[in-house]
């Protein structure tokens, strides 16, 4: 990839939704995949593969990955955080699955009900056993800092991200789960990483629960990430974390990407629809900011200033 271009994830099927109260039927997330492919998402995280009784919003999860729009370059990702979601995804014959490890004991264990250190066991397994026609990568969850255990130590990330880049993911993801990264942390974070795996892609995904998100974003790409994952109109949360809030939007990084000369394969003006008809979906109001005030310059500006 060059250094004016960056892969965007639409991550708003699972992260986006999963969290928000209203469970959305399978067909209406269907069109919402249906509209990231078209407005040109890289890749997607589809849905997540976990247990129902703990994430009734992914309850149909099979159903889903069952029925994608293939045929685009649009690849797309199931989120796994044991061996039997793993399964679910090869089974369903997604592109990618993506492993879940927090680096946190506590939030880990309440995540998916064991030590940090049983989840790296297990995503060793998974790497060693996985069939070759899935891509499996990992991300690494509260990697800026945990709602249980405070701040995480540079030291404990290294220690996890060491721990799963001896498996051979095809890329490691950084997850700010919770929104509390600054730009200092990201740069430190994935510099950390790029010095110690110059050849594993680094991906970051990130919350704007404290505003943050956008500058974050910016110093990850500085620090050599190249891939970001964001969600249509800012939706988002994750269930286990107390007040996570949304994703940063993906119509508004696009909006601060395009502007900036760095190019994605992403259409804004697609974007912002696709956003507008999410919140319509939702029914409440959603935090992207670009899909209320448009991008710029308007296609009525010409008009207006005559
Ligand atoms: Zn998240």
């Avoid at 994952?229 to 286990?240: E, I, N, Q, R, T």
């Avoid at 107390?242 to 003006?269: C, F, K, Q, W």
Wanted: net charge negative.
């Amino acid at each position: 990839m060059s250094e004016d271009f960056v892969e965007i994830i639409e991550v708003s099927p699972r992260d986006g939704i999963q969290n928000d109260e209203k469970i959305l039927p399978a067909t209406i997330k269907l069109e919402l995949i249906k509209r990231a492919v078209d407005a040109g998402a890289d890749r997607i995280e589809a849905t997540s593969f976990v247990n129902p009784k703990r994430v009734p919003q992914m309850a149909d999860a099979d159903e889903v990955a069952n029925n994608l729009p293939r045929g685009t370059a649009t690849r797309f990702i199931g989120l796994t955080l044991n061996r039997r979601g793993f399964d679910r995804a090869v089974a369903a014959k997604l592109d990618e699955a993506n492993f879940v490890v927090v680096a946190t004991d506590t939030f880990n264990q309440r995540n998916q009900g064991v030590p940090t250190a049983e989840s790296i066991t297990a995503f060793g397994e998974i790497m060693r056993d996985a069939p070759s026609d899935i891509k499996v990568g990992v991300t690494i969850g509260a990697a800026f800092g945990c709602p249980f255990e405070g701040e995480v130590p540079l030291n404990r990330l290294m220690d996890v991200v060491d721990a799963c880049a001896a498996f051979g993911p095809h890329e490691i993801a950084l997850a700010d789960t919770i929104g509390v990264a600054v730009p200092k942390d990201v740069t430190e974070r994935v510099t950390a990483v790029r010095r110690a795996y110059p050849d594993l892609p680094v991906r970051l995904h990130l919350h704007n629960t404290r505003n943050t998100g956008f500058a974050n974003a910016w110093a990850g790409l500085e620090a050599g990430a190249r891939s970001l994952d964001a969600s249509l109109g800012g939706v988002g949360g994750c269930p286990f974390a107390p007040r996570a809030t949304g994703n940063i939007a993906t119509e508004d990084l696009l909006y601060m990407l395009e502007r900036s000369g760095v190019h994605t394969n992403m259409a804004l003006d697609a974007a912002i629809e696709a956003a507008k008809w999410l919140e319509a979906q939702l029914d409440k109001t959603v935090p992207g900011q670009v899909m209320k005030a448009g991008g710029f310059p308007s296609p009525e500006a010409g008009e207006a200033a005559a």
